[in-house]
């Protein structure tokens, strides 16, 4: 055994499976194709699904108007759902808001003067 710890090309070996590993888990995608689920709050409007990029403000921008509410919300745990007014992680009632100049983006109301930015998610292509 002690033979093998001071072979040097060991600790390297090592290192490098240790490398792929982190590096295999550190690429996915935060929207993989085809099954958008568990990953960040979701929203469905318009046939289109948005994902949270974290940004928050304190009104949506101008232009920005109430287009309606959450009206379904799914789990988080399965694909997410294409039907309009449908979230994964937002409550029924939550306030979205959407604008015509911005068609890939819209803003959720968290609570009174703070709302998230989500971007409209592009599924890639699966030719």
Known sequence: MKKLLKNPLLPLLLA???????GVFMS?????????????????????????IGIVAKSPPEGFSLV?????????????????????????????FTSEDHPDEIYIKLEESKYSKYIHHVEEDSD
């Open 16 to 22: 490098a499976c240790i490398c792929v590993i982190f």
């Open 28 to 52: 996915g995608d935060p929207f993989p194709a085809k099954e958008i689920y568990g990953y960040k709050p979701l929203v469905c409007i318009n046939d289109r699904v948005y994902g949270e």
């Open 68 to 96: 309606g509410t959450v009206k379904e919300k799914v789990s988080s745990f399965d694909p997410m759902v294409e039907r309009n007014f449908a979230a994964n992680m937002l409550d029924v009632g939550t306030e979205i």
